[in-house]
């Protein structure tokens, strides 16, 4: 028996059905109340409950419901099912249509798929045998949220859950997708040595924000590699994503067998949590702006200030490419002197990596194998809470993935990062 298997995670096969000679083209609305057919930019979980609504029928009462992959690239069925099988506890049949490629079947299993029909020309046999060849996964998935590092912890004690899951970061593709160094990639690790270093010897306290995303890990490495006497804090919003939190149990447990400081875990106020669930219900982000910045700044924005409260100076993982709003970032943001104690803009801020591009950013990881959050390896560039990210497809904006459903320009920021000339903050 591996230890795959040890774990209990050996996994049902996703059932699959032979090409169809029907065109798989997605309709609004199936005929059949009893079979949910989702368009690619829906909101699954929200979709799921104004159909059941509508025509007065359980989940159970569904056959399945199906997503479509209208092109190889276009990846947002996969958060779709996610969404359903994790926020909307969906059990039933998910049923995958359209591009299902063979080599994307281990995948969609993953996020919760349970039959996929495949395409016209398809190899039955051969998707048959690519799903039978893998026993499990490393990584959580749509229906068993834990890694497998800490599955194995549960069963066989924690130090093999610290073995294990020290590869864990090393195990994914996102390295092989992005890692791709710039021309000029030593100089840009040197200058972003130089403005850390910097920050250290200001004179003033200086403190590392991390999301735990790939440019937070990559930071939090050249600061111990420089041994600098950097802290680290995280805000747990309380809406994270258990690859999240895994990746910080992780590095928790790396800093105490190393001897670094833990990280920091800052939570948000929790009776200002719970007024406002109480009045405006537990994912109101989607209603509108307004309660979504409401959130983001009860959960984000709030718990920030108080998280750099004693310190002069912070460091952040931006960078100009992410996205428009971004563009213009300078290496350092000088503190603003007009602005409150307590405020954000009171603090200079350090954006070591604001001249890196993805490609570096993955190119350090894979060099230093710096563990990284399992999100990245499907398709998730950018992570948040768990409400508020989707993965994203190729040729989309890095930034795509947050607050999708908003269309506002300039609107996909949380307020952790207001420009000097807005009222807004963090992200
Ligand atoms: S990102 Fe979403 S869940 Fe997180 S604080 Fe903002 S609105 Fe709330």
């Known amino acids: 028996m591996n230890s795959l298997q040890a774990a209990g995670h050996l996994k049902h096969l996703m059932h699959l059905l032979p090409p169809s000679t029907e065109s798989n083209a997605l309709a609004e609305a199936a005929p059949d109340p009893s079979v949910l057919r989702l368009p690619n930019d829906a909101d699954a979980p929200a979709a799921l409950s104004a159909h059941l609504q509508q025509h007065g029928l359980q989940a159970g009462d569904l056959a399945r419901i199906e997503l479509a992959f209208p092109k190889f690239t276009d990846g947002r069925a996969y958060s779709q099912a996610v969404a359903l099988r994790r926020r909307a506890g969906f059990n039933g049949t998910l049923r995958a249509t359209g591009q299902v490629l063979v080599d994307q079947l281990l995948q969609m299993q993953r996020c919760g798929f349970s039959e996929a029909q495949l395409a016209a020309g398809q190899d039955l046999g051969l998707g048959q045998r690519l799903l039978g060849g893998f026993p499990g996964f490393y990584q959580g998935d749509a229906q068993q949220p834990l890694t497998h590092f800490r599955r194995v912890g549960q069963s066989v004690g924690q130090h093999v859950s610290q073995r294990i899951g020290q590869r864990v970061g090393q195990l994914g593709r996102a390295v092989s997708l992005h890692a791709k160094p710039s021309r000029d990639f030593d100089a840009l690790v040197a200058s972003a040595q130089a403005t850390l270093l910097a920050a250290a010897r200001s004179g003033v306290a200086v403190t590392q924000a991390s999301s735990l995303g790939a440019e937070d890990v990559v930071i939090r490495h050249l600061i111990e590699s420089l041994q ?200």
């Not at 999240?244 to 670094?260: E, I, N, S």
């Not at 100009?320 to 801020?349: C, F, L, N, W, Y």
């Not at 604001?354 to 490609?359: E, I, N």
Request: glycine content about 6%.
């Open 228 to 427: 600098l006497p950097i802290p680290s804090f995280v805000l747990d919003t309380g809406m994270l994503h258990q690859e999240t939190l895994d990746l910080l149990d992780l590095t928790q447990a790396r800093a105490k067998t190393q001897g670094f400081s833990p990280v920091a875990v800052v939570h948000p106020n929790a009776q200002a949590v719970r007024d406002f669930v109480a009045t405006s219900g537990p994912e109101p982000m989607r209603q509108s702006v307004a309660l979504r910045k409401a959130c983001c700044q009860i959960r984000k924005v709030e718990p920030l200030q108080r998280a750099l409260q004693g310190f002069g100076a912070w460091i952040t993982g931006l960078r100009r490419e992410q996205a428009d709003s971004r563009a213009a970032i300078a290496t350092v943001e000088p503190a603003d002197p007009s602005a409150a104690a307590d405020s954000v803009a009171a603090r200079t801020k350090y954006n070591p990596l604001a001249d890196w591009r993805w490609g570096d950013v993955w190119h350090y990881i894979r060099l230093h194998q710096v563990h990284y959050n399992a999100l990245h390896d499907d398709f998730f560039p950018s992570i948040g809470c768990a409400p508020c990210t989707r993965a994203i497809s190729l040729g989309e904006d890095l930034r795509a993935g947050r607050w999708w459903w908003e269309n506002e320009a300039g609107l996909k920021e949380c307020g952790l990062h207001v420009q000097a000339t807005t009222e807004a903050s963090p992200s």
